[in-house]
């Protein structure tokens, strides 16, 4: 069952082909640790006003305004309601201005992911038809849409049932390449050197698994955490160690193969045996981390934390606001 609040609703337009549709972020950033800012002396938070610049005086909420700067201190002042009005095509429909191989994208222009689905049953047909016209084509569609009052170009493919759509940025967003890599040199390399190398990555080749994915500093965060309000003594910094300096390169790469060896050969147990000594480890269980947060005069109350991995199967947060 599709969230309560779509990020946006609008209509998906191929030709006179049309249909009422709703998009729905892909990504959620709500299950990161989060800090607040509050008042060392007093324990409480913060809370930060508005002030004018020159008269250094608190202002109202609705005397906000916004303004863009034409000199140094020289703002035109624009009201909501003017920017409301530059209406354009893109602010409600999606126009699909053309069709283009996948492969053509750079990925340096995709930005962020979104789901798309039909907004209603009566649409639902139309949907199809354009959804299942781009399956199994390697094109992908391009189209406009208005996020936040700001125009965004959007890639659209099939992904299931629905569309998948995914912002673009514009060439004017991206830096060139060439600042940063024109000046490394033309090294060449000796085919023996290469072809370690290529031992070596051979030997770490996986297939890609994100539910393997861990994020150790979020679970050293919650791992301080837990400590300091269990009452022990804040983890002291560790000093990163740096990596040994390469005297032959040669000779490095030749270990490092040895040692992928060592791992791929001892790396492999027979299913179901466990190392001697050792318990065979618990199965995760969805939910199963959690931060211990002790309430002062209360009895301990334990907060889940999920795993980056479970954020696909949770319920999407709703957005702060509805884009335009």
């Known amino acids: 069952m599709a969230p309560a609040r779509p990020y946006w609703k609008g209509y998906l337009k191929l030709s006179l082909v049309s249909c009422p549709v709703a998009i729905y972020s892909a990504s959620s950033s709500s299950e990161r640790i989060a800090f607040r800012q509050i008042n060392k002396q007093t324990g409480n938070r913060v809370k930060q006003q508005l002030v004018d610049e020159e008269t250094r005086e608190p202002i109202e909420p609705g005397d906000k ?4 700067e034409v000199s140094k201190g020289v703002f035109v002042m624009v009201e909501d309601e003017e920017i409301d009005a530059v209406a354009i095509e893109s602010s409600h429909t999606i126009d699909i201005d053309s069709f283009v191989p ?7 222009y995709l930005d962020s992911p979104y789901y798309i689905i039909p907004d209603d049953k009566v649409g639902a047909e139309a949907f199809a038809v354009i959804r299942d016209a781009m399956r199994g084509k390697d094109m992908v569609a391009l189209g406009r849409v208005v996020f936040s009052k700001r125009e965004r ?4 493919e099939a992904l299931d049932n629905g569309l998948m759509g995914t912002t673009l940025r514009y060439p004017y967003e991206l830096r060139a390449a060439t600042v940063y890599f024109e000046d490394i040199p033309d090294v060449k390399i000796p085919k023996e050197m290469l072809s370690l190398a290529e031992h070596i990555l051979e030997s770490k080749k996986a297939d890609f698994e994100p539910d393997q994915f861990v994020d150790r500093y979020e ?28 005297v032959n390169l040669f000779d490095a790469l030749r270990q490092s193969m040895e040692e992928e060896k060592k791992k791929t050969i001892g790396a492999a147990p027979k299913a179901g045996a466990v190392a001697k000594g050792k318990k065979p480890p618990k199965k995760p269980i969805p939910g199963q981390r959690e931060l211990l947060l002790p309430i002062s005069g209360k009895k301990a109350v334990e907060e889940p934390v999920k795993k980056p991995a479970e954020v696909k199967s949770a319920k999407p947060a709703s957005p702060r606001r509805k884009a335009g």
């Open 65 to 68: 305004g916004r303004g863009y």
């Open 102 to 108: 996948r492969a053509q994208i750079d990925k340096r």
């Open 153 to 156: 170009v959007m890639m659209l």
């Open 219 to 246: 679970e050293a965060l919650v791992d301080m955490i837990r400590k300091k309000q269990a009452g022990m003594p804040a983890p002291q910094t560790k000093t990163a160690s740096r990596p040994a300096v390469i």
